[in-house]
């Protein structure tokens, strides 16, 4: 299994401890106990939590982009990660589009798929050149359309079967296409009990985020090769220095 690297072999791309537009975690010593958890009646779903977030998702540093410094960091680690001439992307769990416009900066076709209308209504507004399609990333609504590249950045946390969905993602690259997963594990074991940011987020596996070691795991028997980047160390992409795990997976299919 690869071991993370800084960006030197691969010209080094969410500030996720808050969560890629979660409720902030809260301080290891104020995290209640099992018994303490919030009742799942007084959390909202999973569509109503992200599409609440929507009005405030561009606040953060490392969402919104708006911060000249994170936006070129970001710009960069694209540069790297996609293919140097246009390709056809398609950005699951897009938010409201700040990556998204970067790679369409960039000359690349982009598709972007969110579960939350708020979110893609921004997204349209943000990149009027780009296509955006309320739906499940997990089951993107994109038909038989096939990509060069698949990104996503702290998504697969939310969902409830991320393996079976990876096996969806490489379906629909194109042969010796690319997936460029941005992940991370900002709850580690030692915090205790992950706290439910809606009705059944507990359930979900990567819930708090994924290590590189089990998304690699996960990842490699669907890719011909990948690559894991350290993104720790990178405090212009977040905003702030990060003691926590961050790291993109570049991953290239079979051709």
Not at 90 to 110: E, F, I, K, Q, Y
Not at 127 to 143: K, S, T, Y
Not at 176 to 183: F, K, P
């Amino acid at each position: 299994m690869p071991e993370p690297t800084e960006a030197t072999e691969m010209p080094e791309m969410p500030d996720q401890t808050e969560l890629p537009d979660q409720t902030e975690l809260p301080d290891q010593t104020e995290l209640p106990d099992q018994t303490e958890l919030p009742d799942q009646t007084e959390l909202p779903n999973v569509l109503d939590f992200w599409e609440q977030q929507s009005g405030r998702y561009d606040e953060e540093v490392d969402h919104g982009l708006r911060d000249a410094t994170a936006r070129e960091a970001w710009r960069s680690r694209l540069a790297q990660w996609l293919p140097e001439g246009p390709s056809d992307l398609l950005d699951l769990g897009c938010g409201t589009g700040s990556l998204s416009r970067l790679a369409l900066d960039a000359g690349h076709r982009v598709v972007g798929v969110d579960l939350a209308p708020g979110m893609v209504d921004q997204a349209r507004a943000k990149c009027p050149e780009g296509r955006f399609v309320v739906g499940d990333a997990a089951l993107p609504p994109v038909g038989e359309q096939r990509f060069d590249v698949v990104l996503a950045r702290h998504l697969l946390w939310t969902l409830p079967d991320p393996h079976a969905v990876l096996a969806r993602w490489a379906s629909l690259v194109h042969p010796g296409g690319r997936l460029v997963l941005v992940e991370g594990r900002w709850w580690p074991a030692s915090r205790g009990v992950v706290t439910p940011y809606a009705q059944g987020s507990e359930a979900m596996p990567w819930q708090g985020g994924v290590r590189a070691e089990d998304l690699v795991a996960a990842l490699d028997p669907l890719v011909e090769r990948l690559e894991v980047v350290c993104l720790s160390g990178d405090a212009a992409l977040w905003g702030r220095a990060v003691d926590d795990e961050r790291y993109a997976v570049v991953a290239r299919t079979a051709a």
